[in-house]
């Protein structure tokens, strides 16, 4: 039995609201904290994979090579706002210094333990009419120009297969029997038979969020502005409205987290990376299971909505207006490998991942206050990870053995690296 506490959680997205319906189903008093309808950050509009894939830290040895190329092409895969370079450098910097084998190997290693198995993980929170109609478990298909060589990829490879992730190469023929669509430009593919996709992200949080209430939780629409102190510590947030009491607070409000978590003395590497989408609303071609390009660093996933294509990084900050143009690049760049791509209406949005330099999610007790856990830094894989978030805060608000060894999740790791 775990002892019945009155919780907030600060945001949400895919991670809150996976913590939400957890820590309700032990037995808490929860309350899910928004300024927004649920769903509506960062896990609206991303490329809704969910795969074993979510082993691979994004800052990987030999990368340096392709980033000044990346950084002079304002469309490119990554960029950086001219007016944001001084503030994203001390990020950008310690992103490089991830790349270095033992930490890619040590991250790989954590990331594997949080995100493996999703799709089983949403099944658990889910029943099986919503986990039927909003995960599909179809694999996906990696795809390129030509097959890509060097120790990059074979690093890739080494953490897949450590990791026990299936992984098929596939020649042009096999390839377009899988999906016709692709143009014969691409030649090289590796099938991920193991992933699903999520057909609709935010639909998806709404159904956790739905769980939540009918579970007895409470959804509430306000935005924190401050943590309030008493005596013994922080006990109530701070909001637009007035202020809620807490007897433990989960702080899962994405990228946004960082101004939360220097209320409580925290500095967090923790940067606001934008990826932007654009959605084919009726198109013209199908896919039958989503498709990732490596040449262009995006994805294409067939969702509820239409064809979904999704990605690119622009560090520009929390607050700065999306540059649209790179949505429509993102269509430019299908138009080239999927040369059927036609359809009436695109929709378009920006969201803000939320990312730490090795890919690695802070998730644990605040350093310096027991009753407030730390749950974000998704980067890349929050859709992958939120189960295993939900799963791991629910053990550590319940002081039972947690599921998996927290350790490499810890916000200490920073406090550590800046004692040293
Ligand atoms: C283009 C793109 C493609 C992606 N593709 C994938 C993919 O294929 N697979 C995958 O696993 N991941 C993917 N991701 C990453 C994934 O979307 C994120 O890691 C994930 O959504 C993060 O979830 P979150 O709950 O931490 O944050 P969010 O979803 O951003 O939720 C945070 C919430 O906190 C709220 N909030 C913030 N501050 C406050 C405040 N002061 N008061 C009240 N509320 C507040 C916000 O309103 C928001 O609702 C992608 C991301 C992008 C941008």
Redesign the pocket.
């Known amino acids: 039995m775990t002892a019945r506490k009155k919780i907030i959680v600060?945001?949400?997205?895919?991670?809150?609201?996976c913590s939400a319906l957890r820590l309700q189903r032990d037995g808490h008093d929860v309350t899910l904290?928004?300024?927004?309808e649920?769903?509506?950050?960062?896990?609206?509009?991303?490329?809704?994979?969910?795969s074993g894939s979510?082993c691979i830290p994004i800052a990987l040895p030999g990368m340096l090579r392709n980033v000044p190329k990346w950084l002079f092409d304002p469309l490119g895969p990554l960029s950086v706002r001219r007016s944001y370079a001084l503030r994203a450098a001390p990020w950008l910097f310690q992103w490089i210094k991830a790349s270095r084998l033992d930490v890619v190997r040590a991250a790989a290693d954590a990331l594997h333990a949080l995100?493996a198995g999703?799709a089983d993980g949403y099944r658990a929170l889910l029943s099986p009419d919503q986990y039927g109609d909003l995960i599909q478990a179809a694999g996906c298909l990696h795809v390129w120009r030509k097959r890509p060589a060097g120790r990059t990829e074979a690093l890739i490879r080494e953490l897949r297969a450590t990791h026990g992730e299936r992984a098929e190469e596939l020649g042009a023929d096999a390839i377009r029997q899988l999906v016709p669509a692709l143009g014969n430009t691409i030649t090289a593919g590796l099938l991920l038979p193991d992933s699903a996709?999520i057909r609709n992200?935010h639909r998806l949080?709404q159904a956790l969020v739905s769980n939540l209430a009918e579970a007895g939780g409470r959804v509430v629409r306000?935005?924190?502005?401050g943590i309030g102190f008493g005596a013994a510590g922080p006990d109530r947030v701070l909001?637009r409205m007035g202020s809620l009491p807490f007897d433990g607070l989960v702080v899962?409000?994405?990228?946004?987290?960082g101004?939360?978590a220097s209320e409580l003395g925290l500095r967090v590497p923790l940067e606001a990376?934008?990826?932007?989408?654009l959605t084919v609303i009726d198109p013209s071609i199908r896919l039958p299971m989503?498709v990732a390009f490596g040449d262009h660093k995006f994805?294409a996933?067939p969702m509820e909505t239409g064809l979904r294509l999704?990605?690119?990084a622009e560090f520009a900050g929390l607050a700065a207006a999306p540059d649209w143009r790179r949505s429509e690049a993102l269509l430019a760049n299908a138009r080239r490998v999927l040369p059927g791509l036609d359809g009436s209406g695109t929709s378009v949005w920006?969201?803000?991942?939320?990312s730490i330099p090795d890919s690695v999610p802070i998730i644990g007790p605040s350093p310096k206050h027991a009753n407030v856990v730390l749950?974000?830094?998704?980067?890349?894989?929050?859709?992958?990870?939120?189960p295993g978030t939900g799963r791991l805060v629910a053990d550590l608000v319940a002081g039972r053995a947690p599921f998996i060894d927290p350790t490499p999740y810890s916000a200490e790791r920073f406090t550590r690296a800046a004692a040293a």
Do not use: K, Q, W
Not at 12 to 17: E, K, L, R, S, V
Not at 222 to 225: A, H, I, L, N
Not at 350 to 354: E, H, K, L, N, S
């Open positions: 600060l945001g949400a997205g895919i991670i809150g609201a904290l928004d300024r927004d649920p769903g509506l950050g960062s896990s609206f509009g991303n490329a809704g994979s969910i979510g995100n999703p996709h992200p949080v306000d935005e924190v502005r909001t899962a409000a994405g990228a946004f987290s101004r939360v990376e934008r990826g932007y989408h989503p994805y996933t999704a990605g690119t920006m969201g803000r991942r939320p749950a974000f830094g998704h980067g890349h894989y929050g859709m992958c990870g939120g």
